[in-house]
């Protein structure tokens, strides 16, 4: 794996109409590109993920898994106003006018990361994978990029539900109150089912001796579970960059005339306790995908983890991805367009 910072050095106008003077993209590539730049696999992280593939999806990204980078270039970009080594929203607020953070949209994002397809001279990925918030904007590539993929794979995405801006709404009013660590507990409970918090934790007192019965400070184990995690969280993340990727997340929709533009096959994959984003619902959007004319498919992945699952059982994953980009499922695949000129005076790039 090696890391680039590829820095724009001329203005990016976002959809809100806001300009910024210049945006810096963290990108870690695994694996080589071949000569005719063929095997690139553009993968989009989750919402807190980072660049760095295999430190989220190990088990996926490995030799002989799904994502192979001895025989593909696998690439992940840090999402702009992410925390991970790009723009973050934390920088976007300080050079705003405003002070303010500025709307970033999915397209937003996807226009950013074309620009590194751009820099890399590919003019079309082989596959474009995402999870969540990464599969909200694997379905988003799919609209605005039309010729820049041969398959697309959105898993366990879709526009969210009431259930799900509600989740988001109260998330951020606890992040604007300096609680980043109680919408993450908030976010915890959607990533996970029913099922798994009873097997795991029950009914249990903390682990650390607590008794719930005696004092309304003692927690029972799933509590202690949730304060720690939030803890964690607190440590490693940005309250910007939470309220502009959730308002990204938000704001993602898919109307009909969107879905007219997609030229590449699209598979979505739902998780089946998953209650943030419901099978139902996944299956639901395959069908209306294939209605308008697009060439999807559903796939579902069997498991009592809820929403993470897709990051928690690396395994199944992969054998659903591998099944999904084996070669004769690709045949249909027109050929690439010609790779798009590269203006080097755009960028400035150092790599680790």
């Known amino acids: 794996m090696f890391e680039i910072d590829l820095l724009l050095?001329?203005?990016?106008?976002?959809?809100?109409?806001?300009?910024?003077?210049?945006?810096?993209?963290?990108?870690?590539?695994?694996?080589?590109?071949?000569?005719?730049?063929?095997?690139?696999?553009?993968?989009?992280?989750?919402?807190?993920?980072?660049?760095r593939v295999h430190e989220w999806w190990d088990g996926v990204l490995k030799e002989g898994g799904a994502l192979d980078p001895e025989k593909d270039a696998i690439v992940c970009v840090n999402y702009l106003g992410s925390c991970y080594g790009s723009t973050s929203a934390k920088d976007l607020k300080r050079r705003s006018s405003r002070r303010e953070i500025p709307i970033v949209t999915t397209r937003d994002i996807v226009?950013?990361?074309?620009?590194?397809?751009?820099y890399l001279g590919i003019g079309r990925f082989k596959a474009v994978v995402g999870g969540s918030v990464g599969g909200m904007l694997a379905l988003q590539f799919a609209v605005d990029l039309p010729q820049g993929a041969d398959e697309v794979i959105a898993i366990a995405a879709a526009p969210l539900s009431a259930m799900g801006l509600a989740l988001n709404h109260i998330q951020r009013q606890a992040v604007a109150r300096g609680d980043i660590d109680i919408a993450r507990k908030i976010a915890l409970l959607s990533y996970r089912s029913p099922r798994q918090f009873d097997d795991r934790f029950g009914r249990k007192p903390n682990r650390n001796g607590e008794d719930p019965a005696k004092s309304f400070q003692h927690r029972f184990d799933v509590g202690g579970y949730l304060d720690h995690q939030g803890a964690a969280f607190r440590k490693r993340f940005e309250l910007e960059s939470y309220e502009l990727l959730t308002k990204a997340m938000d704001l993602f929709d898919l109307t009909d005339e969107d879905i007219l533009k997609i030229r590449a096959r699209v598979s979505?994959?739902?998780?089946?306790?998953?209650?943030?984003f419901p099978p139902?619902?996944?299956?639901?959007?395959?069908?209306?995908?294939?209605?308008?004319?697009v060439d999807a498919r559903y796939h579902e992945l069997a498991s009592e983890a809820?929403?993470?699952?897709?990051?928690?059982?690396?395994?199944?994953?992969?054998?659903?991805l591998r099944h999904i980009l084996s070669p004769d499922r690709l045949e249909y695949a027109e050929a690439a367009p010609a790779e798009h000129p590269r203006d080097e005076r755009r960028f400035a790039a150092s790599c680790s």
């Open 9 to 51: 050095n001329e203005p990016f106008e976002l959809e809100s109409g806001e300009v910024l003077t210049e945006i810096k993209l963290r990108t870690a590539i695994y694996g080589k590109l071949n000569a005719d730049r063929s095997n690139a696999v553009l993968v989009f992280h989750a919402l807190t993920g980072s660049a």
């Open 111 to 118: 226009r950013s990361t074309s620009l590194l397809m751009e």
């Open 268 to 276: 979505l994959v739902g998780i089946s306790s998953d209650w943030l």
């Open 280 to 293: 139902a619902d996944i299956r639901a959007l395959a069908v209306r995908l294939a209605d308008l004319g």
């Open 306 to 320: 809820g929403h993470d699952a897709f990051l928690s059982e690396p395994g199944t994953m992969s054998s659903i």
